[in-house]
């Protein structure tokens, strides 16, 4: 395997990323383990609630009992203080709920405007509500209002019941999705987040859920940045203080005792998206001080770089036997990366390949690796692609490629 720098690497570090030393290859996170199961649960006795969150700048202090902040354009994590540790979600457990309703809609089995009933159980629903009328049936448009904005959890149980079948069949639903998404530290057993034992869900699946509604139904993400909604002649505001102030777009608040205070939160700044989730805070005031004050910190400190964009020739390599003797790699995808500011010159790209290669090369075929590593930057693998066909010579030319290399070397 050879491992190189191109001279368009050294032209683009030159300007963005002034080289230091150049480390092993990144290291994937660790994946979470999978759900430990059902039985009776008991979450962990609280961290001190001071204790800081890591970052790649280092610790920095938070109330919160649990934190995960991450880019949404990257993935990359910023943020983390016992990110894959089961906790109660609270009403964050909607996102799920809201995801499958998003999903019916968006291949057409379910529509705004249809009707949907509201059975004495919904209606009963006791913690937040949006007071749906019992016996009657509510547009899927203003329920999903009532669920964001209101956060309703009778309005959650008139969409689980209505796309499930009943609640627990609902949540069936959501435990699979949940599986299918990789959300590997999260199982439910209802659709509203109201207290149960064996619920939970980590800060970094909820995180992930969050980004996963955001990218995949952009269309109905509006609904999150409501401020306010009319119900039964009832107004109620959105719970989510950012929301409120205007310093994000959504998604989610929630509490219970066992959970504490907590909300996962995106906000978009100068074509930037972050996400943010806190949980385990002692106050609706400290929620909110908390979440305003992490959010600025992420944005102040972290920017997107974009090193590449797909087609970009990062390097050449040699062909043996080829009807070309090299062929241009090209980035896989663009090549954006989440760095601090101003470590920027502690970030180093490293390209790995084997060469020569042996011909035919297929144009798109994976060839090599780029990698990017450096201190206080998130590790990132890129494949690298051959640009184009490289045939292989005939008898005669591989004849004389072979006497050439005996006779001069090369």
Known sequence: MLT??????????????????MPAFAQRHPSAGAHSGAGSRKFKEPAPTG????????????????????????????????ADEEMPPSSMTKLMTVYLVYERLKQGRLKLDDELPVTEKAWRMQGSKMFVPIGGSVKVEDLIRGVIVQSGNDAAIVLAEALGGSEEGFVDLMNKKAAELGLTHSYFKNCTGWPDPDQHMSARDIAVLAGRIIHDFPEYYHYDAEKSFRYNGIDQGNRN?????????????????????????????????????????????????????LMDWLFFNFEDVTLFTAGDVVDSVPVWLGTERTVPLV???????????????KASIKVSYDAPLRAPVTKGATVGKLTVTGEGVPQMDVPLLAAEDVGRLGLPGRAMAVLSKYVTGT
């Open 331 to 345: 980035a896989g995808r663009d090549l954006i990366v989440t760095m601090p500011r101003n470590w920027r010159q």
């Open 51 to 82: 204790s800081p969150a890591d970052t790649p700048l280092g610790p920095v202090d938070t109330t919160a009992r649990w934190a995960y902040g991450m880019d949404f354009t990257t993935g990359a994590t910023l943020l983390e203080k016992q």
């Open 241 to 293: 203080p950012m929301v409120q102030r205007g310093t994000a777009d959504g998604l989610k608040t929630g509490h219970t005792e066992a959970g504490g205070y907590g909300l996962v939160v995106s906000s978009r700044r100068n074509d930037r998206r972050v996400i943010l989730v806190l949980n385990g805070m002692n106050s609706m005031h400290e929620r909110a001080e908390e979440s305003e004050r």
């Open 4 to 21: 190189r720098r191109s001279g368009l690497l050294a032209s683009v570090l030159t300007t963005l990323l002034p080289t230091g030393a």
